[in-house]
């Protein structure tokens, strides 16, 4: 058959997908782990990084990648830790785009990372539509937000590999009904795990640090599997 | 001259604030003020509403238009108070466009209604970009939020003519810095009104319906005025 000569355009998301894969490909080759942390503004993403930092950073080696509309103030927090941290401003945008993405993860040292946390910008919407190259996908949901958040955004929570309900502690003080929330989150998604957590009190952290490492061991046990079978 | 046969092209948004003048002038003829609510998600927009219709309901002719991606959970809380509402459903988009809005303030009985109040879609990006013909943005933030938001999402609390800070009786048991707040706020928005409430106490309550009375009273003033101007 002959060669038919056929341009192909491809729309924005499509050019958004493939700077996802070679994302993937890159992580893949330095066998690094990447998440992308999507929550409300205020849901309490960086707090929950700063814990997790600290808990972490003896045993895994970790960088964040911090996403804002405006303002370095969440990169700043985290650079005080003396955790790698990379700001990406998206200058009024909704979103973290994959290019974007992939060219910070390129400016990183790969060779020396395990775990690339991306917080992403504050928006349960937008962000949840465009893949980054990550592993996982995590939701952050404030139990000040109330319990229908899941069903009132149902693409996060359908796509979240996990799901951090953050500032416990103030349970007592709110109308918020634990039980409806999970049995909200049932209804889009039957099997993704939820993590509550005070990183306020520390209450609950020990099985979402669990969690990041379980992930981190899966992905490098796969990763030497595959390395095996290649050769 | 001849006439030059040129086809033109509008591109999204200005079809959207074309539909957003034609609001503007529906509104105009029927004396009615529309406001847009915008904020996070769980910030707290349909518990003030609630409180809202209470208070106003005797004095002033309501109606609400509710804004979500997914659900009519907050219509029906309105619903319930015997409020005029209708749900405007996004099907996953991140904001409300000014057609839909038009469309449905279209079907309500606008000679009998003061007051318009559109929540907008939980998100402190996107919705503070398009124009829906409203009379005012009010921005709705919560303390449970962090005092930061208004830098690190400028566009909406530099439009807004007027700033609600909600869940003001969980102050005792956050880390939020009141005056560290209103300095952000200050940074982008030298003059908007704020006001701090409480729909779960009250507390607040009454300055902000004061300043609803308000808007409404100028708005018909000036409209009354510019019809004798008219004649």
Redesign the interface.
């Known amino acids: 058959m002959p060669k038919l000569n056929i341009k192909i355009y491809r729309n924005l998301m499509g050019a958004n997908d493939l700077w996802a894969v070679r994302t993937r490909a890159l992580l893949k080759k330095h066998h690094v782990v990447m998440l992308n942390l999507i929550g409300?503004?205020?849901a309490g993403k960086t707090r929950l990084l700063e814990k997790t930092v600290r808990a972490l950073s003896k045993t895994c080696r970790f960088a964040v990648l911090e996403g804002?509309?405006?303002?370095t103030?969440d990169a700043e927090r985290l650079a005080r830790l003396d955790c790698r941290v990379s700001q990406l401003l998206t200058d009024?945008?909704?979103h973290l785009e994959a290019k974007l993405v992939h060219y910070a993860l390129r400016d990183l040292p790969l060779t020396k990372l395990d775990l690339v946390v991306v917080e992403n910008?504050?928006?349960?919407?937008?962000p949840a539509?465009f893949d980054i190259g990550e592993h996982a996908k995590v939701a952050v949901l404030?139990v000040?937000?109330?319990e229908?958040?899941p069903?009132?955004?149902?693409?996060l929570f359908r796509e979240a590999k996990a799901v951090v309900l953050t500032?416990m502690?103030?349970l007592p003080?709110?109308p918020f009904n634990l039980k409806a929330c999970r049995a909200y989150l049932r209804q889009v998604n039957a099997t993704t795990p939820v993590f509550q957590v005070s990183a306020q009190t520390g209450r609950g952290m020990a099985a979402w640090i669990k969690w990041l490492r379980e992930m981190r061991h899966e992905n490098q046990t796969t990763d030497a599997r595959r390395q095996t079978t290649e050769k």
Do not use: F, I, M
Request: hydrophobic share 25%.
């Open positions: 409300s503004p205020g804002d509309v405006a303002t103030h009024g945008a909704c910008v504050g928006n349960l919407v937008c539509e404030s000040t937000e109330g229908d958040k069903v009132k955004y149902p693409t500032k502690d103030l003080h709110l």
